[in-house]
């Protein structure tokens, strides 16, 4: 797989160091967008780990070159609705976006939405989420937590905690009269959404078309017969 990477921070980083492991190669590697990028290489996929205000301009740009786009970056989510639109009327446009590629995430995920079905039968019960990450950390709440919430809207409390080098830490608490329930899930290194991210890159280049987020993608049935 030949890759255009876009983020040189902290997940720019690992995804490179990784891709080179795996043996892809790299044709171009910058933080910030610049014809640099496109240049005369020809790259079959873009991953982008970098920042929400890129994130418009890099969709419109592989659109029109008709270049596969894995989206990694987070807190773009109110241009969704229009990007989303932009692509499903693009002819074999190819674009996955996920707030989060690890599989503990879809796990957890999956463990909230069984949770939420029966959740009208504990009137009594409150839920919470705290997610904790890096100081650096440009938005809050964090893409997964607002993912989670969409999975179980009775999430109506979101704390985030922006502290040290926390790779990422999402904390389910589910609170009832004299007994509790928490989730959690913990990223120990960035190595898991590098590793979900390439993985969805390749899925991506065997698509003729797919406009849609990592878990439609998932949910769609055509990720099947492919190990995560
Ligand atoms: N989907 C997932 O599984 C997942 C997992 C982890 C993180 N993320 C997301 O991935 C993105 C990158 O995370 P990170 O930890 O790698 O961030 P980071 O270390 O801060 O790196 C940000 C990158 O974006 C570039 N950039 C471009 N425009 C920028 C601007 N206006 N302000 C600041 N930076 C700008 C930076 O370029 P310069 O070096 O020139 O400043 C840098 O290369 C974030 O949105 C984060 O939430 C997603």
Redesign the pocket.
């Known amino acids: 797989m030949r890759l255009a990477i ?9 995804l490179a160091t990784l891709a080179l492991q795996k043996g892809y190669s790299i044709a171009s590697h ?4 610049s014809p640099e990028l496109w240049g005369t290489l020809s790259v079959e996929v873009v991953i ?7 994130v418009p301009a890099l969709v419109e740009a592989c659109l029109h070159r008709s270049i596969p786009l894995v ?6 989510y109110e241009r969704l609705p229009d990007l989303r639109r932009l692509a499903e009327t693009t002819p074999n446009a190819r674009w996955l ?6 599989r503990g ?1 879809l796990l957890l995920k999956s463990a909230i939405r069984a949770i939420f079905q029966m959740w009208g039968q504990l009137s009594d019960w409150e839920a919470a989420l705290v997610e904790t ?2 100081r ?4 809050a709440p ?3 937590a607002l993912e989670l919430r969409r999975h179980f809207p009775a999430l109506k409390t979101i704390y985030s905690l922006r502290l040290g080098e926390v ?2 830490e999402h904390r389910i608490l589910l609170s009832g009269p004299g007994e509790e329930v928490e989730l959690l899930h913990r ?1 120990h290194d ?1 190595i ?3 590793e ?2 390439l993985w969805a890159a390749q899925w991506l280049l065997q698509q003729q078309r797919f406009v849609g987020s ?1 878990e439609e993608a998932l949910s769609s049935g055509r990720m099947s017969n492919q190990a995560l």
């Open positions: 876009v983020g040189t921070g902290r997940m720019g980083h690992t910058v933080g910030r967008l982008d780990f970098s920042h929400p205000s890129q989206t990694g970056t987070t807190g773009w976006w996920g707030g989060n590629f690890s995430v990450h890096h650096h950390k440009k938005d964090s893409g997964t790779v990422g990223a960035r898991v959404f590098a979900g991210a990592f």
